[in-house]
């Protein structure tokens, strides 16, 4: 099976422990050179990304196996030194990577992202929906970036057996997850069909129960009731333009 597009951008902001990757992120790829070693782009996004991920320091969000063999604190030093250098990372469309909800903005265009899914463990929803979140994104023109550390996290003690216990899904289920979601295609004109769609495809394959269709039918009826203004679908349509040239498409971009 070929390997779906994946980006860890937690190397390209220069940790101070070495070798680092979000929790979240698919285990048979963390040494995997190909989603972490690749050339920064300058580019310019036409508009403000919809969602923003900030980095934090000395105890930044990594899965119980990290914790459990790799030592901490932990901080990110930015993506490198010089006057003018570009310090967020945008990720181009087709390549995933987890974000969490811990430090996370969603901007108007992004908010029908927001629900969590309730049927999965808390250690495991946020990840289901950035890598959902992140299919459709695509569809309206849209990307994550990556912005440097913002806060310093002084995390409550956990139990990291527990935890580890906990992240079962994120384990066994993340490869399969991306490798679906890299296939799944829709031609739904409008993106609200979209996400009641994909939910429902994410049912039928085991990566969440009924009762998040439900709860995601009943978030998409809650947000037309408020008069939510879903975003266009803009398929094909590239929201940055890199400095010089079109770059491919396997390569990661910064603002």
Known sequence: TAQPGLLNPYPSFRPTCGHIWPRGFPLDFVQSPQTFNRSLLHAQLSRPPAIQQFLADEDPDVDAIFRLTRPLPCSFQGPGPGEGRPQVVAVPPQFFTPYNAQCTVHLYEAFWGLL???????RVSDIWRAYLTQKLLWDVGQ??????????????????????????DLQLKSTALVSFLARWSSDAPTLVERIEQLWAALYMRGFVELGDVR??????????????????LQLGKIMWVPADGMPSSDEKHEL
């Open 143 to 168: 990307v994550v970036t990556f912005m440097p550390s913002h806060v310093v996290h002084d995390r409550v003690a956990h139990d990291y057996l527990k935890d580890f216990q906990s992240e079962g």
């Open 215 to 232: 709860l995601a039918q009943a978030w998409i009826r809650d947000l037309i009731s408020v008069g939510y203004d879903f975003p266009e």
């Open 116 to 122: 969590l899914p309730v049927t999965v463990h808390g």
